[in-house]
């Protein structure tokens, strides 16, 4: 295991919707979180593809989402987003 491992969870991440005609959607995503960022992978986390990465110290705010009465696609029900200098995430 590496020693900068914080934790290592599964996430839904929702699509960014970079284009206006993309569909909102959600995908279960394995979180690393290390001591200086927050990556995450497709698929299992012992066959990970990298899809992408948040690096900690470029993060300006976490807030909770309010969903609006929206349907979030999970048990646990708890959705945040990060704030990066350049556009947000959502997870």
Same mark, same amino acid.
């Given at each position: 295991? &590496?020693?900068?491992?914080?934790?290592?969870?599964?996430?839904?991440?929702?699509? !960014? !919707?970079?284009?206006?005609?993309? #569909?909102? &959607?959600?995908?279960?995503?394995?979180?690393?979180?290390?001591?200086?960022?927050?990556?995450?992978?497709?698929?299992? #986390?012992?066959?990970?593809?990298?899809?992408?990465?948040?690096?900690?110290?470029?993060?300006?705010?976490?807030?909770?989402?309010?969903?609006?009465?929206?349907?979030? #696609?999970?048990? &646990?029900?708890? #959705?945040? !987003?990060?704030?990066?200098?350049?556009?947000?995430?959502?997870?």
């Amino acid at each position: 295991m &590496n020693a900068d491992l914080l934790l290592q969870e599964t996430l839904i991440k929702r699509s !960014q !919707q970079k284009k206006r005609t993309s #569909p909102l &959607n959600y995908k279960e995503r394995v979180f690393v979180l290390t001591k200086t960022r927050l990556t995450y992978y497709e698929g299992k #986390p012992e066959k990970k593809f990298k899809r992408g990465y948040v690096e900690l110290s470029r993060i300006k705010c976490v807030e909770i989402v309010k969903n609006g009465g929206g349907i979030i #696609p999970c048990r &646990n029900k708890y #959705p945040f !987003q990060v704030e990066k200098k350049y556009f947000d995430i959502v997870f």
